[in-house]
């Protein structure tokens, strides 16, 4: 076989889509579109989701990635933390995300102790997320101590999400729910994310950290990095959407409320419960003949 006709054979390989959030393309946004991004220094957003009906809704309006956090442990399952969650836990609300959208990059948190004691054990993890729920990416937290298990996903076509900064499944060790990454700490913040770079990660969170390191954070790196409490220079933006959508009673401070969605689910099931309660509703529309 002559080389033009191998390259002819070959299967076309689509282009990025103009731009990620509300791009015109239908199909499923890929790393590739994510690095393409970052090289035209486009922004874009990313939401959780842990549902079909929401995961549609937010699929329609453009989103681009969503995750699928371990944050369900308090937004879904009522824990106070997220480290009660778990693989078997997270497995069916990530399968529902995917089926319910069609463009966006689907990425599974890998919940605390499921990938920590050895890069298998993430392999194994990874792998039902992507075999049993139909993840695109998985993400986790840490810096030098996850990097050979960064690798061994990678190297096996699984692609990774890092994490940096304020680490939720470290709250214990952290002291709580603290800005991170202040003075020398920075250093070691920003020699970590470089490090996951190298590892092969093809995005990294930066949580709660000051905006200043954050910059230096994402104009050092090629991949993109997604901010949450990190300040406007990230190359995108990441909010829980219970948070987002006003249902949090008492939101972070980097949070900001785009509805109070808790205030009108309020008014409209007292409209209902009044409604049944003097006969107003059902009415014959409302009803068979």
């Known amino acids: 076989m ?3 006709t191998a390259v002819s054979a070959a299967p076309a390989v689509s282009s990025p889509p103009a731009a990620l959030y509300g791009g015109a393309s239908k199909r499923r946004v890929t790393v590739r579109d994510i690095a393409a991004a970052k090289e035209r220094h486009e922004k874009w957003p990313m939401v959780t989701a842990y549902d079909a009906m929401t995961a549609r809704v937010f699929d329609e309006a453009g989103i681009p990635v969503m995750l699928v956090g371990d944050s369900a442990a308090m937004v879904v399952y009522g824990y106070d933390s997220t480290l009660p969650v778990t693989v078997d836990d997270l497995i069916p609300l990530t399968a529902a995300v995917v089926r319910g959208s069609s463009r966006a990059m689907v990425v ?3 919940p605390f102790g499921s990938y920590q004691s050895s890069p298998q054990q993430a392999l194994e993890t990874a792998a039902r997320f992507m075999k049993e729920a139909g993840a ?6 840490g810096g030098h101590r996850v990097l050979p298990q960064v690798e061994l996903l990678v190297s096996a076509g699984i692609p990774v999400m890092a994490h940096l900064g304020l680490t939720p499944q470290s709250v214990n060790t952290l002291g709580g ?5 202040r003075g020398q ?3 070691e913040l920003m020699a970590d994310a470089k490090a996951l ?3 092969g990660a093809f995005a990294l969170v930066l949580e709660c950290v000051p905006t200043d390191l954050a910059h230096r954070v994402t104009t050092s790196l090629s991949i993109p990095t997604v901010g949450i409490g990190a300040g406007p220079y990230t190359d995108a933006q990441v909010l829980v959407w219970q948070d987002l959508m006003g249902l949090t009673p008492r939101p972070a401070k980097f949070v900001k409320k785009y509805f109070d ?3 009108e689910m309020d008014r409209a099931v007292r409209a209902y419960a009044d409604e049944v309660v003097s006969g107003a509703f059902p009415t014959p529309e409302h009803s068979y003949r």
């Not at 695109?136 to 937290?141: I, R």
């Not at 729910?177 to 990454?181: E, F, I, K, P, T």
Request: proline letters at 0%; aromatic letters at 4%.
């Open 2 to 4: 002559s080389s033009e």
């Open 108 to 110: 599974a948190d890998l």
């Open 197 to 199: 770079e190298h590892a």
């Open 136 to 141: 695109h990416a998985v993400k986790l937290e």
């Open 177 to 181: 729910y603290r800005v991170q990454g």
């Open 185 to 187: 700490a920075g250093d």
């Open 261 to 263: 969605l808790a205030g």
